[in-house]
């Protein structure tokens, strides 16, 4: 069976994290895996100084510090211990039943890669614990996973709410089809009101799509489904749209070459994980 996978560290995003892959992990009923890595770029596990010996006291001096890295990287990978198991009381208290720790010492983009096959769902935070509070950046690590990785990615701000309201970005492309079928049968949005968007012309073509979009939605069991077709920039419109309508979580695909999901490759998709007060969910079919 496959996991939610949420990613924890020292951040202040990592609270988001948890309670959101806890709020997935219940909707859609599968276990939860905490996953703690210990990059091996940060925190080397041993320190290489053969080509810099020399010199006795120089020797010695590199065998410090060598012993110095060791501890430095056996003390890190106490306190992930512990984080881990503050992870797992924190998701267990939100009624959690199935929920392991994984901790790694390796590189953070390739454990995940290994890890993605048995992964329904990934959760991220938007920035690492190298981030300061209130700072609007995104980590270093995401663009990265994001691109790598084929799974579905979530990505929450600091501050996680449970979603009520839905907004499924649609262009009527045959991978915004796919995703729509995904998440109108998934467990996960079930019972929410969906608020369908499309950012394009207003032509009776569109509109038409949109209709069609909304039935199927409502075919699956989705009732009360709002359509809106928009021009405009796409980052700005979604952000606005999710503003006006007070809405909780946004769910794309990822990748391809229309207007809503060109936006995935290149500066707009940092710009808007860097601006959204939401969690996105990231698909790609």
Known sequence: MKNIVACIDNSHVAAAVCDASAWISKQVERPLLLLHVLDKSVYPAKT????????????????????????RSKLALEQGRLQLEEAR????????REVETLQRHGHFVETLADLQQDTRIL?????????????????????????????RILVTPPDFKTPSKVLLAYDASPTAKK???????????????????????????????????????????HSGVTTALK?????????????????DLIVMGAYGHSRIRQFLVGS??????RRSEVPILLMRQ
């Open 48 to 71: 290489d100084l053969s080509g810099n010996l020399g010199l006795g006291a120089r020797t010695h001096l590199l065998e410090e510090l060598a012993d110095l890295d060791a501890q």
């Open 89 to 96: 009381k924190r998701v267990e208290q939100q009624g959690v």
């Open 123 to 151: 959760v991220m935070g938007r920035q690492g614990e190298d981030h300061q509070a209130g700072v609007r950046e995104i980590g270093s690590n995401l663009e990265t996973v994001i691109r790598t990785l084929g799974c």
């Open 179 to 221: 995703v729509l079928q995904v998440i109108a049968s998934s467990p996960l949005c079930k019972g929410l009101p969906f608020h369908l968007l499309m950012v394009g012309e207003r032509s009776d073509k569109n509109l038409l799509l949109l209709e069609e979009a909304r039935e199927e939605l409502e075919a699956r069991g």
């Open 231 to 247: 021009s405009g920039e796409v980052e700005q419109t979604l952000l606005n749209h999710v503003a006006e309508h007070q809405l």
């Open 268 to 273: 707009t998709t940092t710009n808007l994980l």
